[in-house]
């Protein structure tokens, strides 16, 4: 089982990143997607959920209507667009998928929103 993040980097107040995470060693239709961030000092924090087909997202209030995930089953890839980003947003970004008794985590990818 493998989940490889990619796409962080630094951008300044107001950009975007897309990130990406590529999946492969399990059945990845069948699994919920998330994503998580963490900032130093604080706890880990969900930032963004999609069902397995799609079709349900939800997100954490601090990002709605700035960040948007996606799923392209057919490439075992979830996707997380971040605009508008803020310095707040800074973390390192991990992805999780969850089915009932199995949870897989990425390496997780650095954001660093600065000017």
């Known amino acids: 089982v493998q989940l490889v993040e990619s796409g962080g980097g630094l951008v300044q107040p107001g950009g975007s990143l897309r990130l990406s995470c590529a999946a492969s060693?399990?059945?990845?239709?069948?699994?919920?997607m998330r994503w998580y961030r963490q900032a130093p000092g604080k706890e880990r924090e969900l930032v963004a959920v999609i069902s397995s087909a799609g079709g349900s997202t939800n997100y954490a209030n601090s990002v709605k209507g700035r960040f948007t995930i996606s799923r392209d089953n057919a490439k075992k890839t979830v996707y997380l667009q971040m605009n508008s980003l803020k310095p707040e947003d800074t973390a390192v970004y991990y992805c999780n998928a969850w089915s009932v008794g199995l949870d897989y985590w990425g390496q997780g990818t650095q954001v660093t929103v600065s000017s």
């Open positions: 060693g399990f059945t990845f239709r069948n699994y919920f």
